[in-house]
């Protein structure tokens, strides 16, 4: 069992910067493929980046490319989001997943694990 635990949201202005953390309870961190994901206001939910267990090589969906970073950390058993550049549209709640076995790092129904979700919030 994995338990994922996000911080880092809050409310920030257009323009600004924020970085999300998600902290992994498990002893084989580094055998996970992580994932974030966010779900805005009547929206559903969407990747939004995500970073490979063995090489970690990362995809970006478009929306975010250019302006978010995802990391990880795996002495510290945490995987971040670094977001510059915000825009009101990137407000949503956002969610860490985690997962063995990845083949599309898009899809949100390969990720076993999520944590709880942070929200952030961008004003105009």
């Known amino acids: 069992q994995v338990q994922l635990v996000e911080s880092g949201g809050g409310l920030v202005q257009a323009g600004g910067s924020l970085r999300l953390s998600c902290a992994a309870s498990?002893?084989?961190?580094?055998?996970?493929?992580m994932g974030w994901f966010r779900q805005g206001p009547g929206k559903e939910r969407e990747p939004v980046a995500a970073?490979?267990?063995?090489?970690?090589?990362?995809y970006c969906a478009d929306s975010v490319k250019g302006r978010f970073t995802i990391s990880r950390d795996n002495a510290k058993n945490t995987v971040y989001l670094q977001m510059n550049n915000m825009k009101p549209e990137d407000t949503a709640v956002y969610y860490c997943?985690?997962?063995?076995?990845?083949?599309?790092?898009?899809?949100?129904?390969?990720?076993?694990?999520w944590g709880q979700g942070t929200q952030v919030t961008v004003s105009s």
């Open positions: 997943a985690a997962s063995r076995a990845v083949l599309h790092y898009s899809d949100c129904d390969e990720y076993d694990y």
């Open positions: 498990v002893r084989t961190f580094s055998a996970y493929n």
């Open positions: 970073i490979n267990w063995n090489d970690d090589s990362t």
